[in-house]
């Protein structure tokens, strides 16, 4: 069964530019998570979305946004980047959470470096 | 919401010997308990994990040990091998009804097992 996929790997932007970043969670997975990871700050939760819909939602400005689609593919969006946004942004698939939390399974991310 | 506390931030041992990892969190809420490993340019890796109803769990060389009252858990990797070299994370996450997934991540443990 494939893992969680991430496009692009690698990205550079510009201050001010905006970002799309993609998550194709693993086949039969409806929940797909997303985390920004940074050296001073960690691992931390950006939202969850499930059936479309956005579940949980972390402590980030709205600058940060997110969708589903139908397929449980998700995007996440960042716009007027700073450059404190530079970080490893990473996705993470679950079954359902559902009856109770499942087991998270992690994509290899996507480096974003804004300068 | 959640604080997940990890100690130590760095941990050096010789192979073979026993590697401990100790976290703490703050939400009585929270009963699932996930370990993760992630080498360099990876994603995290999910290597074990524990439910609030169980106190310990094994799995081969790794083991997790929970305490719901004083509000630790702790990963425990015997026999080390240099392979085991990476940086180990704790999670906590409350688990019931329809909660979805929403992990609250240790600041993580970088381990090195010297040949």
């Known amino acids: 069964k494939a893992g969680v996929t991430q496009t692009p790997r690698y990205l550079i932007k510009t201050r001010g530019q905006q970002v799309t970043l993609s998550c194709s969670p693993i086949s039969g997975h409806r929940s797909v998570s997303w985390y920004q990871q940074t050296p001073g700050q960690g691992l931390q939760f950006l939202f969850e979305?499930?059936?479309?819909?956005?579940?949980n939602k972390g402590n980030f400005p709205g600058r940060f946004s997110g969708r589903q689609f139908s397929n449980s593919r998700s995007e996440m969006n960042v716009s007027t980047l700073e450059l404190g946004d530079s970080a490893l942004y990473l996705c993470?698939?679950?079954?359902?959470?559902?009856?109770?939390?499942?087991?998270?399974?992690f994509g290899p991310g996507t480096r974003l470096t804004v300068t | 919401g959640e604080n997940v506390e990890q100690h130590p931030s760095t941990l050096s041992v010789q192979e073979g010997d026993s590697a401990v990892i100790k976290c703490t969190y703050s939400?009585?809420?929270?009963?699932?308990f996930p370990w993760y490993k992630q080498e360099l340019g990876k994603g995290p890796q999910l290597i074990i994990d524990i439910r609030s109803n169980v106190g310990e769990k094994k799995d081969q060389r790794i083991a997790v040990t929970l305490n719901k009252t004083a509000k630790h858990f702790s990963l425990h990797i015997t026999e080390t091998q240099p392979e085991d070299s990476a940086v180990y994370f704790c999670?906590?996450?409350?688990?019931?009804?329809?909660?979805?997934?929403?992990?609250?991540f240790g600041t993580g443990t970088s381990l090195t097992v010297i040949p």
């Open positions: 993470a698939s679950s079954l359902e959470g559902l009856a109770g939390v499942d087991e998270q399974y």
């Open positions: 939400d009585s809420a929270s009963n699932y």
């Open positions: 999670a906590a996450s409350p688990d019931s009804l329809n909660t979805g997934n929403q992990f609250y």
């Open positions: 979305y499930f059936s479309e819909t956005q579940r």
